[in-house]
């Protein structure tokens, strides 16, 4: 049902420690009791011809719903990460097929999808404003975007601690910027944010967000 397809544009970007400790991570209790449930409303909500950005490892895969998803087409820039999706690209109940592309060059025609993922992503991308750029061209108008992304902290003090631990995270973590206020980033790429719910996870600042292409 699922094929791997690699594209023709090369890239450089491989994290291969943070990468293995992602998914040694995501396998146990952070899968089962926070991931799985917040999947399931970002994944699990979409519909049609479906684009992830950034899929990472592919944990995803199984939350796509037969029933309302026709393919997925999924692009992520990491080789190692790449690898890691390639072993569960078995577990989708729907078609899945794996790119190497950065989010802020997709390589589809504008106005391809209905629906766009993103799950923990835009902390790590380059240019988070190009990236949102990119998914809303090639959404369909009035295509959704369901996104869940580690955010800065409205609290001045976790802000500041944020700051500080940015330039370690960035190194150790895949480029993962602590301190992103993706929301506004969002909005200012020209989405419509329809809905938003800010939640915290052991102090770290999450936001759920669904948005639309206008």
């Known amino acids: 049902m699922s094929q791997v397809k690699d594209s023709d ?11 293995t400790l992602y998914e040694l991570l995501f396998r146990g209790l952070a899968e089962s009791y926070f991931m799985g449930p917040l999947r399931q409303d970002t ?5 049609g011809v479906v684009l992830e950005v950034g899929a ?11 029933t309302k998803v026709e393919r997925v087409e999924a692009t ?13 690209i078995e577990n989708a109940r729907v078609p899945v097929h ?3 592309a950065a989010a802020e060059n997709i390589p589809f025609a504008d106005a391809t999808f209905d629906s766009a993922v993103v799950t923990l992503v835009f902390c790590s991308v380059d240019d988070p404003l190009r990236g949102f750029r990119e998914v809303m061209r090639v959404l369909k108008p009035g295509g959704t975007l369901y996104m869940l992304e580690h955010v800065r902290s409205r609290n001045a003090f976790l802000a500041g601690v944020q700051n500080i631990m940015t330039p370690l995270s960035r190194t150790v973590n895949g480029n993962c910027y602590w301190n992103r206020n993706t929301a506004r980033t969002l909005s200012a790429a020209g989405f419509d944010i329809v809905s938003l719910r800010d939640f915290y996870i052991f102090l770290i600042p999450m936001l759920l967000v669904e948005a639309t292409r206008s």
């Open 43 to 47: 994944a699990g909500k979409a519909s």
């Open 56 to 66: 990472g490892n592919g944990l995803n895969f199984p939350y796509y719903d037969p």
């Open 98 to 100: 794996l790119t190497q």
């Open 76 to 88: 992520e820039p990491d080789a190692t990460m790449l690898r890691y999706a390639r072993n569960h």
């Open 9 to 19: 544009t090369q890239t450089t970007i491989s994290h291969p420690i943070f990468s």
